[in-house]
């Protein structure tokens, strides 16, 4: 009788993993009938740093309007010199420009609608709006947008740049604006935060180079041709959000597989590579289990040179070389494959809905590998944030301590504290409060309705309040709203 219960409950198990994969993959499949499509060809000159592309749009109109215009963001332009709002911010200056500053910029040599061309413009508060014009198009109608185009890289330590060690192509092509409430979403870029938006598109995308480069990308690579002492890769990535690369001719590539991912890990300082690409193995592990399954066949972990401490892209994170907390860093960039990646937000409207989550996720992963434990990170972070508002209630009348847009923070600094460590502060509470079986399932419950979706933070909270019950949704709008007490620490 007992082994046949087992047997029994064997069965069961795998039926719900067998229809929770299948529902996964029926999502993914809905995601990529329903995104737009990229297609780049592009190459790049190791001479001039210039990446010269050709890039197709095929693009519908889902929303309940029609559109003169479609609005492309070309961040490219934010490292122009003459930039309003330029990428780095002063206190990282010195640190982004240790060969002197350099500037780049993104130069369109022609655009064609429906294969005509058309009077394009540059726009936007800062240049950083490509406007193409359209003779109307209707809700549900599609059409093709041809770019051809040059990006001037900069010698700079961020996104987008070259340096002594790589090449950074993060936030390189146009595009599409953010579509909400039925108009285009053409924020400016700021240079606190991450200040994108954007929704799951399909891709393909060629890159020519000298063969002496290896390059660490979104997508899966599907052919590469050398010819002239040159390779071109070409790779395939449907249903992701953005499409971004790493080059260098200094990589060192090591594997191993998790689940039905391959996560790879790109290095060519780090003197413990095998405990970083363990660290991003085990992160994966992880949140396959406790969340949902990562439904991409690769995932890539990239050393780079970056002012910040990492960056993340879909299937792609860029980990900055030689930093202290440099396992933190690719644990919490391994984390946003799924808070971000899969379930997508606004990342200037609520920073901290995947920031915080994803800070908090990272603590849960070191705590669990006995690296830090949780209570210590927790602490610390209670102090960091009781200090700086007491700092800032010596200075002004009435301290802002809620949770607001990246354009609301007066300092990058600011900007850190409120949703990396308030953030981090505000899930430490829902775990505290509803403990860790419910808190897992509420994230659960939240990849499972918004993965690839750009998710409101009040369907986060509605899975909370789902699964914990009203107390949680309590959590959240104390937090937010900036009436929470966390309270005073003392030594």
Known sequence: MKKLACLMLVVLVTLCCAVLAGCAEGKMDAAIKNGDNYTIAAAYDDETHILSAVQTVELTNRSENSFDAIKFHIYANQYRQDAAHPVVPNVYRTRAYPNGESYGDIAFDSVLVAGKPVAFTVEGEDCDILSVPTA????????????????????????????????????WYPVLCHIDNGSYTASPYYNIGDPFVSEVANYKVSLTLPEKYVVA??????????????VTYTYAANAVRDFAMVLSDKFTKISRTVGDTQVNYFYYADADAETS?????????????????????????????????????????????????????????????????????????????????????????????????????????????????????????????????????????????????????????????????????????????????????????NCFAKVCGDEAANIFEQFVEGNEIIGKVTD
């Not at 979104?218 to 040159?230: I, K, Q, R």
């Not at 299937?315 to 396992?327: G, P």
């Open 277 to 461: 690409l363990q660290t991003a193995c085990g992160m994966v592990e992880m949140l396959n289990e406790k969340v949902g399954r990562y439904p991409y066949a690769q995932y890539s972990v990239a050393e780079t040179e970056f002012c910040y401490g990492g960056m993340e892209y879909p299937n792609l994170a860029l980990v900055t070389s030689r930093s202290e907390s440099y396992q933190d860093a690719v644990a919490h960039e391994t984390a946003h494959q799924w808070f971000y990646g899969l379930v997508g937000n606004d990342q200037i409207a609520a920073a901290w809905q995947d920031e915080g989550l994803s800070e908090f996720v990272t603590y849960l992963y070191l705590d669990k590998v006995g690296t830090v434990p949780l209570a210590t990170n927790i602490l610390q972070n209670i102090r960091t944030y009781t200090t700086y508002v007491d700092v800032l209630d010596k200075y002004y009348s009435q301290v802002d301590c809620s949770l607001r847009p990246i354009y609301g923070y007066k300092n990058d600094g600011e900007y850190v504290v409120f949703t990396y460590v308030k953030g981090s502060l505000l899930f430490s509470t829902l775990y505290e409060t509803v403990g860790a079986a419910k808190f897992w399932k509420a994230l659960s419950c939240y990849f499972d309705e918004a993965i690839f979706t750009v998710a409101p933070y009040s369907q986060l909270e």
């Open 217 to 230: 990308s979104t997508g899966e690579l599907t052919d590469a041709l050398s010819s002239g002492g040159n």
């Open 136 to 171: 109307g198009l209707e809700p549900n109608k599609s059409v093709e947008v041809e770019l051809t185009y040059q990006v001037q890289l900069a010698n700079v330590h961020h996104r987008l740049g070259y340096n002594d060690n790589t090449v950074n192509l993060g936030n």
